[in-house]
């Protein structure tokens, strides 16, 4: 079973290029999320989405924009990269039932320069 | 502001020696709080999701107990396999799934 698939796994930028990362779960989950992981801070909601066609603001939204155009897939976009964005950024997905644990990536590494 | 703090940030123990990680946590009302595995390179690992003060569960060599302020994971006779880091996150009542984490024990088990 693949469970969540993020690609790319490595990536590095230039400041002021953008990106998508692409995030897909295999297990029919309604809700899909998008984390960023530092050194020091722990793992920082971005953005969620309860649903197919919805998203919503999570911690530290600001630079980034997300679409759920499908019900397996979560994307996320980076309109203009800072080298504040460097991290490494991981997709989750769970059911809707209360306390249904979310199920991770493996993540995405990016480098901004 | 919900807030999750995990000690010590590092722990390194030797192949059977018993110990535990803390989670303390601070929340508007404490809906679940979970337990984390993850190792280099990799995405978190789920374990456990506790739900009330007093709840235990148990996987192999790992026991998570919950109080109405702190979590621990009690790692026996802990072997070096177990090494990862360990995370703690919470969801709270008017929060909907979303997860808030601590950030991490990173635990060493030496042979």
């Known amino acids: 079973n693949a469970g969540v698939t993020q690609t790319p796994k490595f990536r590095v930028l230039k400041t002021g290029q953008s990106m998508t990362l692409l995030c897909a779960q295999d297990m029919n989950h309604e809700y899909m999320y998008w984390y960023r992981q530092d050194p020091g801070m722990g793992l920082r909601l971005i953005h969620y989405?309860?649903?197919?066609?919805?998203?919503a603001k999570g911690e530290v939204p600001d630079g980034y924009n997300v679409s759920r155009l499908k019900k397996q897939n979560f994307l996320l976009g980076l309109e203009s990269a800072a080298p504040s964005q460097t991290s490494v950024y991981f997709c989750a997905s769970s059911y809707v039932a209360r306390n249904q644990p979310q199920h991770f990536g493996d993540g995405t590494r990016l480098s901004i320069l | 502001e919900d807030q999750v703090t995990q000690s010590p940030e590092a722990l390194r123990l030797q192949e059977g020696e018993s110990s535990s990680l803390n989670c303390s946590y601070t929340v508007s009302g404490l809906r679940g709080l979970f337990w984390y595995r993850q190792d280099p390179g990799k995405g978190p690992e789920f374990l456990f999701t506790?739900?009330?003060a007093g709840e235990e569960k148990e996987k192999e060599r790992l026991k998570a107990t919950l109080t109405k302020k702190e979590s621990f994971l009690h790692i026996t006779a802990p072997k070096p396999e177990d090494s990862a880091t360990y995370l703690c996150a919470v969801t709270a009542t008017g929060g909907g799934n979303k997860l808030t984490f601590g950030t991490g024990t990173q635990l060493k088990v030496e042979l």
């Open positions: 989405s309860v649903g197919e066609g919805t998203t």
């Open positions: 506790l739900y009330s």
